[in-house]
């Protein structure tokens, strides 16, 4: 696989990941080598600093979500070196306990790191999209 492809793959696996309300499964994902350089900031939320913050940011986000796909969209990769960066458009299926179920767009900047087992997650950036700025 190339680069580009690999990329893909482990951004790929970050969605499953909370898709499949796996806490374990989302840790594999996040870069382990410096735990204090990630960054998460989820729609709507400060940013959090630290691996131990951004895990258990997810765990409580899987925990109040009851059914959550992502339609990826608008995804461009760039590799430089062993660091990549990935924008998409989180196109969001999703029910969580206080709200019934509703579709909402997301976009997305996430930054990974090329490591000797793989790409893992250092950044990610969702920002919710509240409406259209220009008709394309």
């Known amino acids: 696989m190339s ?33 204090g ?3 998460c900031v989820h ?16 765990s409580a986000v899987m925990a109040g979500t009851d059914y959550i796909q992502f339609f990826l969209t608008d995804v461009q990769v ?6 990549a960066i990935v924008t998409c458009t989180e196109n969001v299926l999703t029910e969580v306990t206080e709200n019934p179920v509703g579709a909402s ?15 893992r997650v250092r950044v990610h950036h969702g920002s919710p999209v509240l409406g259209r700025l220009v008709d394309e």
Do not use: I
């Not at 709507?44 to 258990?56: A, E, F, N, S, T």
């Not at 760039?78 to 660091?83: E, F, H, K, P, R």
């Not at 930054?111 to 087992?117: I, W």
């Open 105 to 119: 767009a997301v976009v997305a900047t996430n930054v990974l790191v090329r490591r000797a087992d793989g790409w």
């Open 78 to 83: 760039s590799v430089v070196g062993d660091t």
């Open 43 to 58: 729609p709507g939320w400060p940013m959090l600093r630290g691996r131990d913050h951004v895990l258990r940011s997810w």
């Open 3 to 35: 680069d580009v492809e690999q990329v893909e793959a482990a951004n790929t696996a970050m969605y499953e990941a909370f898709e499949s309300a796996d806490v374990d499964r989302m840790a594999r994902v996040w870069d382990d080598v410096d735990p």
């Open 37 to 39: 350089g990630l960054v």
